[in-house]
C-alpha cells in the first residue's frame, strides 16, 4: 500500500449523488493531481476537470493513495467542494489605501477580518475587487488566455498621481494601459470608484468616468460609493464624510452623465450607492436605469430591488393573520428609511403590528450607517427597551453560513443578553413578508404578480 506523504488539496465536502461520492470520497482526504497536474486554484481545477475523462489522484485520510478514472459529460461538476478556492495562498494587498476599512477596525475580532486580498482569482470567482497593483507578467498572461472574465477592478482614480496617493503608494499607479490590455482581449471589466471628498470628488471624477466609458462595452460598469469611515481612524489621513448637499449635486450630475450614456450606449453606465440617495433624501433611480444591477453587491440598487420585490407580491399581501403579532424589525438607519414605506403598508395586515427599530452603529461609529456593518453589540444595546419581544432581524448582519456577528457574539448570545427572540430574514420583500405570515399561523402565497403601484 502506499502511503501518501505529499500536500495535496484538502477536501472540505463531497456532495451527495456526485461522481466523487459515487468514488468513496470524502471529507478530509486531499486532492494531488488531476490528469497528473497539481491545480494551483479552483479555475485551475475546473479547467482540468472539464475534460470527458479525467484521472484523478487521491490521498484518502487514513494515507493511502489511490487512483480514480473517470469518464463523464464535458463540463459536469465531480462533486468536489473545496474549503479554499486558492490552493497555493491568498495574494494579499500590498498597498495602503487611505481609505482602507480594514484598517480603520479595533483589535480583537476575528483573524479573517483583518485579511487583505487583492487577487485576481477571487475577483474572477467571487467579485472581488482588485487594483491590479500586485499582476505578475505570468498573472496578466493567464488572464488574457483563460479570458477570465469578468475582472472587478478598483480604480478610484485614473490619474496615475492621484491614484497612486489613493493607494498609499510613493509611486504613481496607472491603470488605463491595464485595462486597455484587457478589453481589446474582450474581458469585461466592472469598476469601483470609492468617493473621497476633496481627492477623487467632483471634476476628477468626471474624468476617470468619461476615460473608463472609452472602452465601453469591456468597462461594463463604473460603481460609486462612498468612503466609509469608522471612530478608528487615529494615525490615519484625513478624510471626511459626504455632506447631504454634495450628495444632492452628485446625483444631480450624475444623472447627467447616465443620461447621454443611455442615448449613446443605451445603459446608464455609472451607478451611485444607494446610500448617496438616502443621504440627499432623494428616490433610487428606476428599476430599468439600473441594466439588470451590474454591482448590487456593491451596494447599489439594493434599495430599488428591495421596492421591486415588494410590489410584485403587494397585491397577495394577507388580509390578516391567523394570530396577533407584534414584531419589531431591527435594522441600521438606512436601513429604516428603506423599509419605512413597506412597513407602513404591512401594517394594514390585521393582527400585525410592525415597528422598525433604527439602531445606531456605535461599534464602528456613526458615520457608518448600512445595517451590515451592525454587530452583535450595537443589537444588544439596541434591543434594551423591547425585552421579551420578537425581533426581526436582516441575515445580512451575519458572517455567510454562520449565527456569527462581526464581533463575534452569536444569535444565541445575543438572545441572551436581550431577552428577546431572533428571526433570521434574507434582505429581500417576499422573506419579510414569508416570515411575518409563519408567526401569524398562516401561509404566504408568494406566486408573482404584476403590479402598477409604487412601494
Not at 7 to 32: K, M
Request: with cysteine.
Amino acid at each position: 500500500m502506499k502511503l501518501c506523504k505529499q500536500h495535496g488539496v484538502l477536501i472540505d465536502r463531497v456532495i451527495p449523488g456526485s461522481p466523487a461520492a459515487e468514488l468513496g470520497l470524502q471529507r478530509g482526504d486531499l486532492l494531488l493531481s488531476v490528469n497528473g497536474i497539481r491545480p494551483k486554484d479552483l479555475i485551475a481545477y475546473r479547467y482540468l476537470t472539464a475534460e470527458e475523462q479525467v484521472t484523478l489522484k487521491v490521498c484518502e485520510k487514513g494515507g493511502r493513495v489511490v487512483s480514480h478514472k473517470i469518464i463523464k459529460g464535458c463540463d459536469a461538476d465531480l462533486g468536489i467542494v473545496f474549503q479554499d478556492d486558492c490552493f497555493d495562498g491568498i495574494r494579499h494587498c500590498r498597498n495602503k489605501c487611505v481609505f482602507c476599512f480594514v484598517d480603520q477596525m479595533p483589535t480583537g475580532l476575528r483573524p479573517t477580518l483583518y485579511e487583505k486580498d487583492d487577487d485576481y482569482r477571487l475577483s474572477f470567482l467571487h467579485g472581488n475587487f482588485i487594483t491590479l497593483t500586485n499582476l505578475k507578467e505570468s498573472d496578466i498572461a493567464r488572464i488574457l488566455s483563460m479570458k477570465l472574465s469578468p475582472l472587478y477592478i478598483s480604480v478610484h482614480a485614473t490619474s496615475p498621481v492621484l491614484r497612486g496617493r489613493m493607494l498609499g503608494l510613493k509611486k504613481a499607479a496607472p491603470v488605463l494601459d491595464l485595462i486597455s490590455l484587457f478589453a481589446s482581449a474582450g474581458i469585461t471589466m466592472h469598476i469601483q470608484v470609492v468617493l473621497c471628498p476633496d481627492w477623487n470628488d467632483r471634476d476628477v471624477l468626471e474624468q476617470t468616468v468619461c476615460q473608463l466609458a472609452a472602452f465601453w462595452p469591456q468597462v461594463a460598469s463604473v460603481g460609486v460609493v462612498p468612503v466609509g469611515l469608522t471612530k478608528y481612524r487615529r494615525h490615519l489621513p484625513k478624510l471626511r464624510s459626504i455632506t447631504r448637499s454634495e450628495c444632492s449635486n452628485l446625483i444631480d450630475r450624475v444623472s447627467g452623465w447616465q443620461k447621454y450614456y443611455r442615448r449613446v450606449n443605451g445603459v446608464s453606465f455609472v451607478y451611485l450607492a444607494d446610500e448617496f440617495y438616502l443621504k440627499a433624501g432623494l428616490p433610487f433611480p428606476l428599476l430599468d436605469e439600473y441594466d439588470g444591477f451590474p454591482q448590487l453587491e456593491n451596494g447599489i440598487g439594493l434599495g430599488r430591488l428591495f421596492y421591486e420585490d415588494f410590489r410584485r407580491i403587494r397585491s397577495r399581501l394577507p388580509k390578516k393573520l391567523r394570530v396577533k403579532r407584534q414584531l419589531f424589525l431591527a435594522t441600521s438607519h438606512s436601513g429604516a428609511q428603506v423599509l419605512s414605506p413597506v412597513v407602513h403598508r404591512l401594517n394594514f395586515i390585521k393582527n400585525l403590528k410592525l415597528k422598525t427599530l433604527s439602531i445606531s452603529n456605535t461599534f464602528f461609529g456613526p458615520r457608518i450607517t448600512v445595517t451590515g456593518l451592525l454587530t452583535g453589540r450595537d443589537l444588544t444595546r439596541g434591543l434594551k427597551g423591547v425585552r421579551g419581544e420578537e425581533i426581526l432581524i436582516p441575515r445580512i448582519m451575519l458572517r455567510q453560513d454562520t449565527p456569527i456577528f462581526l464581533d463575534g457574539l452569536t444569535v444565541n448570545e445575543v438572545e441572551e443578553r436581550s431577552g428577546c427572540c431572533l428571526y433570521l430574514v434574507e434582505p429581500n420583500s417576499t422573506a419579510l413578508v414569508e416570515t411575518i405570515c409563519m408567526l401569524g399561523g398562516i401561509t404566504f402565497e408568494k406566486a408573482d404578480c404584476s403590479s402598477s403601484g409604487k412601494a
